[in-house]
């Protein structure tokens, strides 16, 4: 490690939170329905969509019909975007004749964006059509995003609300948060990587003649507007097979560094805005101290884990000073990389600019931890939030029983019916990853999909497992997925981190929401000082490694202690 890494670090961190705090407080107005900046130019167009689509924007909805609507609206999107990629050889901006998806791929893909998870068994360059690109992936990286702010906004003000029978209107919170939010910024963005060398064309592909005189065929693409939205609403699927590590996705540090704000900002955001509309802006910070705390402390066991090299170099004879740059780009380097993988899997982006399976065993685990600890530190836009709170709702709980009192969060009476759909809510996702984790270690038609094993075969299917059930979306490396098997069950556990995760969330924001907000007495809990941001802490971090510690402990920590031993890893 060196001074100079942490300075990246500490630089870019601190740029997301500038930009967070204004951004945080545009989109408290906005969900509260006020008038913003852009509401001159773009409140036509949005009551426009309204009469077009039949929406009522003054029609409140209750926590049942929410939920229902956002169902529909995503099995409707999965839907639609299976079928176009079923037809992908019918259909237009297909220059290099691509084919049709098999069905398996095809299910999987559709889960994939419409869960903004984003996990893809296919190399899109040699995959996706131009109009598969754009017409489905990249308008799933605007919809998904949309739909995870809208939920968590209505659970904001289910806590925000008194005695109140709805929690606001599916369609308008989405429709807002893709005109106001999504688009304005990924225009910006997609614009500013444009002008850092990202391509944006309708080509397929150009022609090179390399130094040797051979000619190459290279793929290009409109890949600038998706990376802007995929970093934006941490989607995270590349337009490449090889990601963010693409020199055509992320040519340069700058545009490291604008990918790794890109993903923070909206997120974190969102956390400002919350305080915002709850009446109470030291509860955003408590939040955000919980995830400085684990986030950064994530960084630094994944930077020190590849600065300190390998026993491999040595026996090699080389020098360990240069740290493990296996798997990574030159002109990223060690803290940039580090940063980058704790991100995008603090949050539920899955973008990648290096190769998380050439980590060093400890390296690796940091970015698997992250995703099982649930995403969100600060976890994906919308989803993360209301993650954090629903893990606030079981730390309340906690205190009330050392306490010996009814807990209460944000005034409102934390009661039975709330902690059992809290729990319910957190065991999704170790049902998933183990369930389905344990079943793949012993199929065959699974372990032929390997490529370790070994410590490091299992480390390959529990990160598969938990990037799919957690959202993310990148992979470990080494593991061919593209099969029947991984295709089927990793769309099945995507769908059930998604979907099965915001049911009992909602049902808490309906339970809330009709609550008497309660004003704070002398016996109530504080959950803005640092004993909250500690218990939180402690909470989340047992919570995963109560779950997730055995499994760890046969995977990437058992391959810890074969490379301190001074076998191959």
């Known amino acids: 490690m060196t001074a100079l890494g942490w300075l990246q670090i500490a630089i870019i961190l601190a740029l997301v939170l500038i930009a967070a705090v204004p951004l945080g407080a545009y989109m408290a107005r906005l969900y509260a329905g006020e008038r913003t900046l852009l509401s001159p130019v773009l409140g036509p167009v949005e009551r426009g969509l309204y009469r077009f689509a039949g929406v009522d924007p003054k029609a409140e909805q209750s926590a049942l019909g929410y939920t229902l609507a956002m169902l529909a609206f995503n099995a409707a999107g999965v839907a639609l975007l299976y079928a176009l990629l079923r037809l992908q050889g019918l259909l237009p901006l297909n220059p290099l004749g691509f084919g049709a998806l098999s069905p398996d791929l095809a299910f999987n893909t559709a889960v994939s964006f419409v869960t903004n ?10 995959t996706m059509s131009l109009f598969s690109q754009m017409a489905g992936l990249t308008v799933q990286n605007f919809l998904s995003a949309a ?6 906004v209505a659970l904001v003000r289910a806590f925000a609300r008194s005695n109140a029978p709805g929690v606001g209107n599916f369609f308008v919170d989405m429709t ?27 080509d397929a592909s150009v022609a090179a003649t390399t130094l040797e005189g051979a000619q190459q065929t290279i793929a290009v693409g409109p890949v600038a507007s998706q990376m802007a939205i995929k970093q934006l609403g941490t989607n995270g699927g590349g337009f490449f ?82 740290g493990n740059m296996e798997g990574k780009e030159v002109r990223f380097g060690l803290a940039a990389s580090a ?71 944000l005034g409102k009476k934390i009661e ?33 999909g390997l490529g370790n094993a070994g410590p490091h ?9 938990s ?52 004003a704070a007495s002398s016996g109530t809990f504080p959950t803005h000082g640092l004993l909250f941001v500690g218990l939180l802490t402690g909470v989340i971090l047992i919570l995963g490694g109560l779950q997730f510690f055995p499994a760890l402990a046969l995977g990437p920590i058992a391959e810890q202690v074969q490379m301190l031993a001074g076998k191959t890893f």
């Open 416 to 448: 039975a019916k709330e902690v059992k759909m809290a729990i319910l809510a957190v065991l999704i996702l170790p049902t998933a990853i183990l369930g389905f984790s344990a079943v793949a270690a012993v199929l065959p038609d699974a372990l032929a």
């Open 241 to 322: 097979n090889v990601n963010a590590a693409h020199p055509f996705e992320n040519p340069t540090p700058f545009s490291n560094a604008l990918e790794i704000w890109q993903m923070l900002v909206i997120s974190a955001a969102l956390v400002f805005a919350f305080g915002r509309l709850v009446g109470d802006r030291r509860q955003a910070r408590a939040l955000i101290g919980v995830i400085a705390i684990i986030l950064i402390a994530g960084v630094a066991v994944a930077y020190w884990a590849e600065a300190a090299g390998t026993p491999s170099l040595v026996a090699a004879g080389l020098d360990p000073a240069g």
């Open 176 to 202: 807002r948060s893709v005109l106001y939010i999504l688009l304005p910024l990924a225009i910006i963005t997609g614009l500013a990587q444009v002008a850092m060398g990202v391509p944006q064309t309708l």
């Open 147 to 152: 739909t995870g702010l809208a939920l968590a």
């Open 339 to 409: 940063l980058f993988a704790t991100v995008t899997t603090g949050l539920s982006d899955g973008a990648v600019n290096a190769m998380h399976g050439s980590f060093t065993p400890l390296g690796g685990l940091v970015p698997m931890f992250m995703i099982q600890l649930g995403e969100i530190l600060p976890g994906g836009v919308g989803s993360g939030l209301y993650g954090l709170l629903v893990m606030a709702i079981i730390a309340v709980f906690v205190a009330g029983l050392m306490v010996g009192r009814t807990p209460e969060y």
């Open 457 to 465: 075969g299992l480390s390959e299917i529990l990160y598969a497992y």
């Open 117 to 126: 998870t984003n996990w893809q068994s296919y190399a899109g360059e040699t």
């Open 467 to 518: 990037s799919a059930a957690g959202n993310n979306g990148s992979a470990f490396g080494g593991l061919s997925a593209n099969s029947p098997w991984w295709n089927t069950t990793l769309g099945l556990a995507m769908l059930l981190g998604r979907f099965a995760y915001i049911v009992p969330m909602m049902a808490i924001a309906g339970s809330l929401a009709g609550k008497t907000r309660l």
